[in-house]
Nanobody, 124 residues
Framework: VQLQASGGGLVQAGGSLRLSCAAS?????MGWFRQAPGKERNIVAT????????YYADSVKGRFIISRDNAKNTIYLDMNSLKPEDTAVYYC?????????????????????WGQGTQVTVSS
């Protein structure tokens, strides 16, 4: 599985951005992690490939929405009400083992494939 992420950029606090990630294969689950300067990499959201299951970190719940388009092998992260603390490099991830029906993969080690990262900067 190869991942190609796009989107990101600079936005003012309260604004919105959309990230996209296209997968070359058929993953079992996908998601987004982020890493701010000097901080560890953390889960943002995950989505199952063949079911409605999703997971959100508490810090983004109610503001971010993860979705997928199976026909395009692409997932999206719609980020709304952005805050300066959302500033980070965002990484698209995928796993190609296990069930197609679960989004319950929260650790970086659960994912076998990582995209190149895309910068999101939220100014105050």
């Amino acid at each position: 599985v190869q991942l190609q992420a796009s989107g990101g950029g600079l936005v003012q606090a309260g604004g919105s951005l959309r990230l996209s990630c296209a997968a070359s294969g058929r993953p079992r689950a996908m998601g987004w992690f982020r890493q701010a300067p000097g901080k560890e990499r953390n889960i943002v959201a995950t989505i199952a490939w063949s079911a409605s299951g999703t997971y959100y970190a508490d810090s983004v719940k109610g503001r971010f929405i993860i979705s997928r388009d199976n026909a395009k092998n692409t997932i999206y992260l719609d980020m709304n009400s952005l805050k300066p603390e959302d500033t980070a490099v965002y990484y698209c991830v995928a796993r190609d083992q296990g069930t197609f029906y679960s989004a319950n993969y929260y650790s970086a080690t659960d994912y076998h494939y990582w995209g190149q990262g895309t910068q999101v900067t939220v100014s105050s």
